[in-house]
C-alpha cells in the first residue's frame, strides 16, 4: 500500500497486537471566544464530550421528527444508496448524508450555534464531513459497540488528524435504561490501536455490525480504569458534542421507547480527507465528504 | 391435552391472540409481621418488589464469590445438567439447583432472613422452586428479554397460582449501564397471555434464548403506559425481591462490569407444582422441584 511510507501518528489494522498510543493533538484548537463558556471548553477538553440540553428548539425537533417520518415511508429514498434498511425488516434504520437536503434535516447541519461550537474548538473553518439520521427501534434496539470514530474516518476514509469533532442530536428522551450513548471520560486522550485488515467495500456491512476497528478488552478496561462511563441522557433537543477520538458505544434497547437522532460530524477544513490509511480504497462521497464546502459564518 | 379442561384463570401458549388478563391471586397473601415492615409491604404489594441494599453482609458475598469460582473452574460441574456453558467459549454462565449445594450457595437459599421474607408475603411455608446463579459477563453480556417467571413456570411447570416470589442477591456492582435488572412497576397485576406452543423438551435451548412466553409488544406498551420502568441497581448485598409475574428484563451489556447474581425462587408449600398447565412434560426437577421440602423456620 502506497500510504504505508506515510507517517502515521495512529496506526490502525497494520498491526498484530493492539495498543494504547497516546494522542498527539489537541483537543480545543484555538482560545477564540464563541457560544462556549470556558468552563465548557474546559470541560470538553478534559472530557472529549459535552451534553447539552434545551440546545435545540422545540419547533425545530417537530420539524426535524417530520422530515424524518416523510423519509421513512418514501421507497425511494429507502432504495437509496443513502439508506440503510434494517435486516429483517424494511424498515429505515439511518440514513446518510442528510445535510444535503433541502429541509429541516439540511438546515440543522448548517445551523449556526453548532457550526460555531465547531469551529470554537476546531479553530478553522468547518465543513460536514459525515451526517445521518440514526433511528433505533423500541424493543429490539440492538448495542452498538464501543468504537472511536476517528479510528474509522482515519483507516478508511483518511482523515489526517484528531480535528474534527460530532453533534448528537437528541429528538427522542434518551434514558438510562434505552440505549443512551455511553462516553468514557478521558478516553479521547489515547488512541487504540486495532488489529485487522480492512476489506474491500467493508463499509456496506460495517454500518450493520462492525467487525473491524473493534478495540480489545485490555484496552478498554485500561479506558474505564482511567475514567469513569458517562450516560449521555437528555430530553429531546439535547445535543451531545464529542471529540472525534472518544470511545463510545451504546447498549442495546428492550425498552417501548426508541431511540432516534441526528448526527452530524464537522471536520476542519484544514483537515480534509487524503487517501485512507488502511484501507484499499476510500468510503463513497455519502458517507465521507471529499469535496469539502465550508459551513458559511 | 388432558390439562385443558381444568379451569386456568391464567391461559398461555393455547391461544392465537395475545391478551392481557387480572390477576386473580393477592399480592401479599397474609398480613402476620415478619421481617418487612408495613411500609415495605405496601410497597412491594404496589409495585410488585423492593430493593433491599446491604441486606446480605460482605463476608457471605465473599463466601460465595468464592464458592462460584470453584464451581466455575470445575469441569464436572461444567459437564452437568444443572450447567449451562456460554456458547461459543466453555465458560459457566448460568448453574441451577444450587440449593442442593453444601456450600455457601446451599446456605444462602435457607437463609432465615430470606425464607423469613417469603413466608411473610406469602403467608405460607416456602420451599425452593427454582434456584441458580447467573454470571453475565462485561462487554459480550447479552439482553433478557422481558418476561414473567410465572407465565413460563405455570405453563411448563405447573405452578398453580401467584404464590410465589424471587430473591436476586448482587454479587457484583448493578449499575444502570450494565444491564442491570428493569422491572415495570405494577405489571405483576397484569398476567400477559402469550402466544405459540411449547415444544418438548423447550428448557433446553429456552434458557439460552427464550422464544416462547414472550409478551407482546402491546402489551409491553400498555404496561409501561400504566407503572414506569425501574432500574434495579445497587452494591453487592443488595436484594430484589420480587414477585413471580413482575414483567422484568435486562438490557445487554457492552461495558467491562461483569453482573453476577443468586436467584432463589420461593414457592408456597400449598402452591406445589401440578401437571404443566401448557407443555406436554414438565421440566426436570433441577429447574423446577416436584418434591417441595419446606424450609425449616
Redesign the interface.
Given at each position: 500500500m502506497s500510504t504505508a511510507t506515510r507517517h502515521d501518528p495512529y496506526p490502525s489494522r497494520l498491526v498484530d497486537t493492539p495498543a494504547l498510543v497516546p494522542r498527539e493533538d489537541p483537543v480545543v484548537w484555538g482560545d477564540d471566544p464563541g457560544p462556549l463558556d470556558p468552563e465548557l471548553v474546559s470541560a470538553y477538553e478534559e472530557n472529549g464530550f459535552l451534553v447539552l440540553p434545551g440546545l435545540i428548539p422545540p419547533s425545530t425537533i417537530a420539524a426535524l421528527d417530520a422530515d424524518i417520518s416523510r423519509a421513512a415511508a418514501d421507497e425511494d429514498v429507502k432504495a437509496s444508496d443513502e439508506a440503510v434498511i434494517e435486516p429483517g425488516s424494511n424498515e429505515l434504520r439511518s440514513l446518510f448524508a442528510v445535510h444535503r437536503r433541502d429541509d429541516a434535516l439540511g438546515a440543522l447541519a448548517a445551523d449556526p450555534l453548532l457550526a460555531d461550537i465547531a469551529r470554537q474548538l476546531l479553530a478553522d473553518d468547518v465543513y460536514v464531513h459525515q451526517s445521518r439520521i440514526n433511528l433505533k427501534p423500541g424493543?429490539r434496539g440492538r448495542?452498538f459497540?464501543?468504537h472511536s470514530d476517528f479510528e474509522t474516518w482515519h483507516t478508511e476514509d483518511g482523515m489526517p488528524r484528531m480535528r474534527a469533532l460530532s453533534c448528537s442530536v437528541l429528538l427522542t428522551p434518551n434514558?438510562?435504561?434505552n440505549?443512551t450513548l455511553?462516553t468514557i471520560e478521558g478516553s479521547h486522550q489515547h488512541y487504540v490501536s486495532c488489529v485487522g485488515e480492512t476489506p474491500e467495500d467493508n463499509y456496506r456491512q460495517s454500518l450493520r455490525r462492525q467487525d473491524l476497528g473493534v478495540p480489545d478488552?485490555d484496552s478498554?478496561?485500561e479506558l474505564?480504569r482511567m475514567g469513569r462511563?458517562n450516560?449521555c441522557t437528555g430530553p429531546p433537543g439535547t445535543v451531545v458534542v464529542f471529540d472525534c477520538n472518544v470511545m463510545h458505544?451504546?447498549?442495546?434497547?428492550?425498552?417501548?421507547f426508541p431511540r432516534h437522532n441526528v448526527f452530524l460530524v464537522y471536520n476542519a477544513l484544514s483537515n480534509a480527507l487524503v487517501e485512507p490509511f488502511a484501507a484499499p480504497a476510500p468510503r463513497p462521497d455519502f458517507i465521507a465528504t471529499r469535496d469539502p464546502v465550508p459551513i458559511r459564518r
Open positions: 424493543f448495542e459497540y464501543w434514558h438510562t435504561f440505549g455511553l478488552d478498554l478496561r474505564v462511563i450516560e458505544g451504546s447498549n442495546g434497547n428492550i425498552t417501548p
